[in-house]
Structures are given as C-alpha cells and as structure tokens.
Nanobody
Framework: QVQLVESGGGLVQAGGSLRLSCAAS????????MGWFRQAPGKERKFVAA????????NYADSVKGRFTISRDNAKNTVYLQMNSLKPDDTAVYYC?????????????????WGQGTQVTVSS
C-alpha cells in the first residue's frame, strides 16, 4: 500500500513561488507515475501536472505550463511541484497521486493512491 504525504503549502502573494513535496512510502516508488491535482472550493478536482514512472516525461495543464515544474527523486521517494509566478486562480487544495505503471495522464480515476492534500492560497 502506497502512502502519500504532501507538504509545502501556504499563503503567498501573487507573483510568488512555492514548492510542494510529496513523500511516498509503502512500495517501490519508481514503478509509479506521479501526478498533482488541485481542487478549489465548490469546484471539481483538476489535473495540474504528472510525470511518468519509466521516464522523465512530463505532462502539464495548459493553465500552469511555463510556470510549474514537476520533478521526482526516486532515491528519496519524493515528487515535487515547483510553482512560480503564482496567481490568485491557483488557490486550491493540492493533492499528490500515484498510478502504478502509469503514463502520467490527466485522468484522476486512473490514480490508485492519493494524499490528504495541502492548502495553497495566493493573495492578490
């Protein structure tokens, strides 16, 4: 059973940066594609970024492309989301997710394991 714990959220002004971390435990982390999703109040959970299990290939939502960067450190069992040039619209709870042998796609149901989420608030 994979367990995921997010950290790094907080309050930041528009234009600022945050780095989220997701620590995984329980199984061979390197076999999982890892994704980040976010959910704003009253809205559905949306894809943010993902990285494949088998290569460093990444996938981004159009709304964050060029501002966010996903990366992974298999030795540390950790995936990161570097968020730059933050906007108030980026305010949401951010969730880390794992998909065994996944290709890093955008569909939330494909991910078997989820963290509890970390709040990101961007003030204007």
């Amino acid at each position: 059973q994979v367990q995921l714990v997010e950290s790094g959220g907080g309050l930041v002004q528009a234009g600022g940066s945050l780095r989220l971390s997701c620590a995984a435990s329980g199984r061979t982390f390197s076999n999982y594609a890892m994704g980040w999703f976010r959910q704003a109040p009253g809205k559905e959970r949306k894809f943010v970024a993902a990285i494949r299990w088998s290569s460093p290939t990444t996938n981004y939502a159009d709304s964050v492309k060029g501002r966010f960067t996903i990366s992974r450190d298999n030795a540390k069992n950790t995936v990161y989301l570097q968020m730059n040039s933050l906007k108030p619209d980026d305010t949401a709870v951010y969730y880390c997710a794992a998909d065994l042998y996944g290709l890093g796609d955008r569909s939330a149901p494909n991910y078997e394991h989820w963290g509890q989420g970390t709040q990101v608030t961007v003030s204007s």
